[in-house]
């Protein structure tokens, strides 16, 4: 059925199915309704920007599978935690090193099909999810608490659960960064990293969770803008290597599905060898997948220049074949070819799945160290120090949060008051701070990735030299902070910064719930349990 449908096809219908685009609008505009009817695109990434609610995502994913020929493959980076595409009106379920903490297998398989389901309803068959790096590095700028954690075995154990719920809710799930984005000090978004190690170091750590990925029947890989010297003599990422995505990933491991491109928009990329030949290289190496997420030149310029490859003879149309007919056959195991249903998004957020998700976030908050007073004593002036986020990178969380944990506790704890300062806090901030909790009992200090800001390492280490008061830190994005300031006596470790993840803290906090987390990372002098 599926050589017949590839008989029909012109080449630049063949070409367009490679193709994954993404737009600036929360309904069909002209841009991706070009590439789909002029270009012929196989796919449409979901950003932010694409979504309000629910019912207009379900509604904007009717109207483009509507406008195209052959059925989209419809895409988001829904990871949990920090890292979501929606979050309006949906179930948010906890990030990868949050629900690492847990050590709950089972429940890391049903926060996938929670978040499948739901991304289904919404019209959205494919995840950019789980990742599967393992975070060995705490200086990566760009992974860390995406990760599940520093062991490959519980990376890929919490992974390959993931995938099962993905996949059973009829999303496809899509692993990645392949072959591994843990161990970088860089962000590919901005610059390209490199992984130095040999490849006994990469077989037993960086490609663990990615074999056994491949062997729980994975249906895509992502790859990553990361340069492999054990793989690739070329000075070329990942993304663009023949030994790497045919060599490594499709021979050596056996890899059958779909390997898609990160975005060719990013820095490593589009400032080495440029979006159209990055395109062309990718298709070369053994890709299936070309993304390209945001500008409508640079996404024509990438059809456009695997077009004139095939024409001039550089790249096979049997080479394109290949890469159309895996595509095809993901969309007819999902179903995208059969007459759908209407949206149903009465099944997002209900109580059981938002039930569910608090108490995955609650198992999840980490006691690192305790050799201070902890909990809270309600009766005792506390003074909170919250961090006023925002994105580390382009997968971040967006700005505007209203939820602070003095917000939470304003109710529970006498004479308290919350000052918000900036993740990289000036002098002015710091000296306020210090000056204003000199008459509180209690001090919170709420760090967000305290590792990168001076600011922050400095006001919490003149806190802890302080006598006479009760000094608790609670990092709310990755838990290597600690490091940055020993003399802390008590610091809980939260993952990430979500309302649901701020009222979890909270009950911690106030001793409603006990702090339940095991550190799924080493942090300083405390390993990893």
């Known amino acids: 059925m599926i050589r017949d449908q590839l008989k029909n096809m012109s080449l630049e219908q063949k070409v367009g199915q490679l193709f994954m685009c993404g737009f600036d609008d929360t309904k069909p505009n002209d841009a991706i309704l070009s590439l789909i009817n002029d270009y012929h695109i196989g796919g449409v990434n979901y950003f932010r920007r694409n979504a309000s609610s629910p019912e207009q995502v379900a509604t904007l994913s009717a109207d483009l599978q509507q406008a195209s020929g052959i059925p989209l ?310 003074y909170i120090v919250w961090p006023n986020m925002r994105p580390v990178s382009e997968t971040a969380e967006p700005e505007g949060q209203e939820v602070t944990l003095g917000k939470m506790l304003t109710s529970r704890v006498t004479g308290l008051k919350e000052q918000v300062i900036d993740v990289n806090p000036s002098e002015d901030e710091i000296a306020n701070v210090l000056a204003e909790s000199m008459d509180y009992e209690q001090v919170v200090v709420a760090t967000y990735n305290a590792s990168f800001s001076t600011g922050q390492q400095r006001l919490v280490q003149e806190l802890a030299e302080r006598e006479g008061i009760a000094l608790i830190v609670a990092s709310l994005r990755i838990p290597y902070d600690l490091t940055t300031f020993p003399k802390v006596k008590t610091y809980l470790a939260c993952y990430e910064n979500k309302p649901l993840t701020i009222q979890s803290l909270a009950k911690v906090l106030m001793g409603d719930i006990p702090a339940r987390g095991k550190l799924p990372v080493t942090v300083g002098s405390y390993a990893a349990e």
């Open 73 to 382: 493959l419809i895409s988001i980076d829904q990871e949990g935690g920090m890292v979501a595409g929606i979050e309006k009106g949906v179930t948010l379920m906890p990030g990868n090193m949050a629900i690492g903490a847990t050590r709950d297998i089972e429940a890391a398989h049903k926060a996938a099909f929670i978040a499948g389901r739901e991304l289904r309803a919404m019209g959205i068959n494919m995840d950019f999810a789980p990742c599967l790096d393992v975070n060995n590095n705490p200086d990566n700028p760009v992974i860390g608490v995406r990760s599940y954690g520093e062991s490959p075995s519980l990376v890929a154990t919490m992974g390959c659960a993931a995938i099962k719920g993905y996949q059973e809710a009829g999303v496809t799930a899509t692993t990645k960064h392949f072959p591994g984005h843990g161990d970088t000090n860089a962000d590919s978004h901005h610059e390209l990293p490199l992984v130095g190690h040999d490849r006994k170091r990469l077989h037993e750590v960086e490609l663990v969770p990615f074999k056994q990925a491949i062997a729980s029947g994975v249906d895509a890989v992502m790859t990553a803008h990361v340069i492999f010297p054990a793989y690739e003599d070329q000075d070329i990422p990942a993304t663009l290597s023949h030994k790497i995505l045919t060599g490594l990933l499709r021979t050596e491991l056996g890899f059958e599905g779909i390997i898609t491109t990160d975005c060719l928009e990013m820095n490593a990329i589009q400032k080495g060898v440029g979006v159209g030949l990055g395109a062309v290289m990718a298709i070369e190496a053994g890709a299936d997948l070309v993304l390209i997420s945001h500008q409508i030149s640079l996404q024509t310029e990438g059809i456009e220049a695997v077009l004139s490859a095939v024409r001039s003879g550089r790249i096979s149309e049997a080479r394109i074949e290949e890469s159309v007919e895996r595509l095809l056959k993901l969309k007819r195991k999902n179903g995208l070819f059969e007459q759908s249903e209407p949206a149903n998004t009465s099944i997002i957020a209900t109580d059981e799945s938002l039930t569910f998700a608090r108490s995955l976030s609650e198992a999840s908050i980490t006691l690192v160290k305790n050799e201070g007073t902890f909990p809270l004593n309600s009766d005792a002036r506390t």
